[in-house]
């Protein structure tokens, strides 16, 4: 019977999905300045004030919810919260669908052996290791390495916004692409995986990290200084508009399609062959540099190139 329920819930739900994604499509998006709605926390680039938390405050590996509870949009102790709360306000604060509001806080409810209706979680419960938190996060050292999931590793995040390849069109300012998104998380995976002894990645979870990546896509437009602020400080900047205009909220329909060009553009051979020849070339530099000492030689974070 719960086999027979799951699969009509899960009809039901792609249906919906389906459904809004052709509303989306058929109806105009909503203009600059105008996606959040009248009386909610960010209309009109103003959010609520920025605390950070204290000691004892519940917080997760996602800074999209910290974020949130940083604002004071969901308790600021992270604590005894509504699963639908967390969907309401992702909504009203990203720009997500009511599906994708629907489908990733019951995803977690279920994963928590918790009533999506009726139960609440503190949002260190989130944390629950290889359940929606993995290894190789781009912003997160491993679980096995880092066990309190709830700080962002900023040497990641430094790297990371570094890679940065894209410009703005209007401001010239750097953004990160998909392609950098990719090269990163390739690297992430080879990395953590010689790190961390107990390292795992199943498919499911090389699609949340892809999900995660793909965020600052959608939400941020890839833009560095508001994911700096972010990812580092998991706080919203102040006038700050999400780029998702789409009329109903991104679907989870439409949001796959950057997650799956993320993750496919993902290739851990290409990483670890570029490392090892730009190790190669470093230690011939090394090398030349001994036997001729009157020559320059580049220093190694010059050689080194893994895009």
Known sequence: MNILFKLVHDLVFFTWDTGVTVLNVMTPSKSKGHVVSEGHAGYRGHWPEYIPPKEGDSRCACPALN??????????????????????????????????????????????????SKDRIDLSELNLHNGIEHDASLVREDEALQ????????????????????????????????????RFSSKRRVDARETNKDFSLDFMHKMFGSINASTMLAVFGGRVKDLETWLIEERIPEGWETKVRQRFGITLAQFNITVFGVELGINEKRYIEEKRKAEEAAQSAEGGASAAPVVSARSPDELVDVE
Do not use: W
């Open 67 to 116: 974020a949130m509870a940083n604002h004071g949009i969901l308790p600021h102790d992270g604590k005894n919260i509504q699963f639908k709360e967390i969907g309401r306000a992702v909504r009203a604060t990203y720009n997500f669908s009511s599906t994708f509001c629907y489908f990733v806080p019951h995803y977690a409810a279920e994963m928590l052996k918790k009533s999506y």
């Open 147 to 182: 066990p309190d999931q709830s700080k962002p590793h900023i040497p990641f995040i430094t790297e990371l916004l570094s890679s940065a390849s894209g410009k703005d069109k209007e401001t010239g300012e750097p953004i990160i692409t998909a392609q950098d998104l990719s």
